[in-house]
């Protein structure tokens, strides 16, 4: 089909926020070229698009390209697939074998009045750089035609209850296991995901882009707060910045959390008016070009930290400083955690909150009825991204983030003094392993207490 003028127009302004941040067709190539290189000659890849997802009767969730498939490919919409053939296949009207073919929803006029412009086969070989593109109504026919001739699929398909029915992936799977027998179903994401783990330049752009916007959402906020605004005030402040600042979507959902509800570690912003004296955690991350921030501040919404808020927060960022000093080349994926877990012990023993020997309580594990969780991740395409967990190497994007937690019940089952009772603090940056060591990417929040204290002094854009 021919693309007009005005549609490729459209088509280039939905795609400007990759293209214009550093990510381009050879680099989705290169990816799908490594991917590649590690297939035998007879395996066959395929991969599908996210499914879209009904929120209630005919409204759809927000939809969002699977990360794996975006990382192949480019593409953002849905009903679409990339099959990959080392081999290649041979087919009637090419001149050599195809090894790259991606499958999109085909053009129509009328439903793009509805929903908007599609790529279409063309859009998607001019847009995303593929040789070879067809609608999607074409994949079933031509992945047989791939599967006649392969030993091995590479597949990936969602686990499944043993009461569910079967979802369309595990049903091609089933079904190509019963056309060809000696076919092996393997699992793709053991290849994909440790080349997923380095970063590369492009990717780097997007992901800093997206960690500055989170950043200025931390600032705003630390200006804008003040005693007896609601949990959502917060959120619509700094979701406002995101959005502003030309952020698609959150990376995941925001988390503010004031008062007994900065104890609860996933807590979702509600509507508690947040009192004088209470800290708030507030752990966010916009999404820029498909990849995602994650960075954790904790404030006190009357501008200055009590004593003993200011003692716990204390202690979070000497851990956290003790986790920076161990990221470098050849480090433990555990080995930053480790030793922020150690500094934690040792503050908490220091209040008397913990008692008997620092190695003691790391042995017990008691500290972790403070501190419930580990101090990394990876961060990429997820919030939560995927990689081996083995020695840190330049181009891997950690978090670091330690916290304590004293909730009314853990100060009660240790018997601190109240003035304890409700204080959680995390703070998170997101870190990129460099050749020589690390950099902190989200330094433009303020973290520690005196520059948290100054910016709250100021006058935020949203103060009535």
């Known amino acids: 089909m021919h693309v007009s003028a005005q549609a490729r127009t459209v088509i280039a302004f939905f795609l400007s926020s990759i293209a214009a941040f550093a990510q381009t067709p050879a680099e989705w190539r290169a990816h799908r070229a490594e991917f590649m290189r590690h297939l035998g000659e007879k395996s066959v890849a395929i991969f599908k698009a996210n499914p879209e997802y009904v929120r209630n009767n005919d409204v759809e969730y927000e939809y969002r390209q699977g990360s794996d498939f975006y990382y192949l490919t480019g593409l953002t919409e849905k009903e679409s697939m990339l099959m990959l ?8 009207g090419q001149t050599r074998r195809l090894k790259e073919m991606l499958f999109v929803m085909p053009r129509n006029p009328l439903a793009e009045t509805w929903e908007g412009i599609l790529l279409g086969p063309e859009g998607a070989k001019e847009q995303l750089g593929f040789e070879t593109a067809f609608t999607n109504d074409r994949f079933e026919e031509l992945a047989e035609r791939a599967l006649a001739n392969a030993d091995t699929l590479y597949m990936e398909a969602e686990r499944i209850g043993l009461s569910q029915l079967l979802n369309e992936t595990l049903d091609f799977i089933k079904r190509a296991r019963e056309r060809f027998p000696n076919l092996v179903v393997a699992d793709p994401s053991k290849i994909l995901h440790p080349m997923r783990e380095i970063k590369s330049e492009g990717e780097m752009g997007l992901l800093r882009k997206a960690i500055d916007i989170t950043c200025a959402g931390h600032r705003e906020v630390m200006r804008s707060a003040k005693p007896g605004m609601r ?20 990376g995941f959902l925001s988390i503010v959390g004031s008062g007994p509800n900065s104890c609860i570690l996933h807590y ?12 708030i955690v507030i752990d966010i991350g916009a999404e820029y070009g498909m990849y995602t921030a994650d960075v954790t501040r904790t404030i006190p919404i009357n501008g200055k ?17 003790a986790a920076f000093q161990k990221i470098k080349p050849g480090a433990a994926f555990r080995d930053p955690h480790e030793a922020s877990a150690r500094v934690v012990v040792e503050g908490l023993l220091k209040l008397g909150i913990l008692k008997g020997t620092i190695e003691a309580n790391l042995e017990s594990r008691v500290y972790t009825e403070f501190f419930l969780h580990g101090s990394n991740h990876y961060l990429g395409l997820d919030v939560h991204d995927v990689g081996t967990r083995g020695p840190l190497a330049p181009g891997v994007v950690i978090t670091v983030e330690p916290g304590i937690y004293i909730s009314e019940a853990t100060a009660q089952k240790h018997g601190l003094d109240k003035k304890y009772i409700n204080i959680g603090v995390r703070i998170e940056d997101d870190v990129l392993v460099t050749a020589t060591g690390h950099e902190i990417l989200s330094a433009s929040a303020p973290r520690s207490i005196a520059e948290i204290e100054a910016l709250l002094a100021q ?6």
């Open 85 to 92: 053939a080392p081999g290649g296949i041979m087919m009637r």
């Open 231 to 250: 949990e959502y005030e917060l959120q619509a402040m700094l979701e406002y910045v995101f959005t502003q600042n030309g952020s698609e979507r959150l």
């Open 268 to 279: 979702r912003a509600g509507n508690r008016v947040i009192n004088s004296g209470e800290v």
């Open 305 to 321: 930290f009590t004593k003993e808020q200011a003692a716990i927060y204390q202690i979070v960022y000497d851990a956290q400083e």
């Open 459 to 464: 006058t935020g854009k949203f103060e009535n």
